[in-house]
Structures are given as C-alpha cells and as structure tokens.
Nanobody, 127 residues
Framework: QVQLVESGGGLVQAGGSLRVSCAASGGTFSSYVMGWFRQAPGKEREFVAA????????YYADSVKGRFTISRDNAKRTVYLQMNSLKPEDTAVYYC????????????????????WGKGTLVTVSS
C-alpha cells in the first residue's frame, strides 16, 4: 500500500507561482509513475502532469504546458508540481496519484487506472 499526502496549496494572485508537493509512504516509490490531477468546482477531475519512475519521461496537459513543471525526488519520496503564471482557471483541488504503468499519450483517461490517490490540496488563484 502507498499513502500519498499533498501539501503546499493556498491562495495566490493571478500571475503568481506556487509549488505543491506530494509525499509518499509505503511501497517502493521509484517503482511508481506519479501524476498530478485537478478538479475545479463543478467540473470533472482532469489530468495535469505525469512523470516516470526515474523522471526521464514527462507529460503535460496542453492547458499547463510551459507554465507547470513536474519533478520528483526519489530519495525524499516526493513529487512536486511547480506552477507559474497561474490563472484563475487553475483554481482546483490538486491530487497526486501513483500507478505502476506509464500511460504513454493516453493520460487524459489515466485517472481511471491510477492505483493510489492522495486527498488533495486546494489551490485558489484570485483575479
């Protein structure tokens, strides 16, 4: 079993930056692909970014490409999401998730296959 705990959410003005983190316990962290997903109020949860086991492969949703950066530190068992140039439409609860498989170019539907989920951290971007 893998437990995931997100942190770092908060309130930020549009154009600002924020970094959220996800700490993992249990299991072998480097054996898992890590992903970030988000759910805005009244909307379905959507994919944001994913990083492979050692960080060699990364995939972003088009909506965040060029603004968000995913990274991981396997020694610290933590995955990060650096968010820059934030927009009000980035307001959402951000969830990290772990899976044993890399989903190639099919990350938009990967949320149904992820093995473990955190409880989320709220990011609010004010205009």
């Amino acid at each position: 079993q893998v437990q995931l705990v997100e942190s770092g959410g908060g309130l930020v003005q549009a154009g600002g930056s924020l970094r959220v983190s996800c700490a993992a316990s249990g299991g072998t962290f480097s054996s898992y692909v890590m992903g970030w997903f988000r759910q805005a109020p009244g909307k379905e949860r959507e994919f944001v970014a994913a990083i492979s086991y050692g960080g060699g492969r990364i995939y972003y949703a088009d909506s965040v490409k060029g603004r968000f950066t995913i990274s991981r530190d396997n020694a610290k068992r933590t995955v990060y999401l650096q968010m820059n140039s934030l927009k009000p439409e980035d307001t959402a609860v951000y969830y990290c998730a772990a899976d044993t498989e890399w989903h190639g170019d099919s990350w938009s539907s990967a949320q149904y296959d992820m093995d473990y989920w955190g409880k989320g951290t709220l990011v609010t971007v004010s205009s």
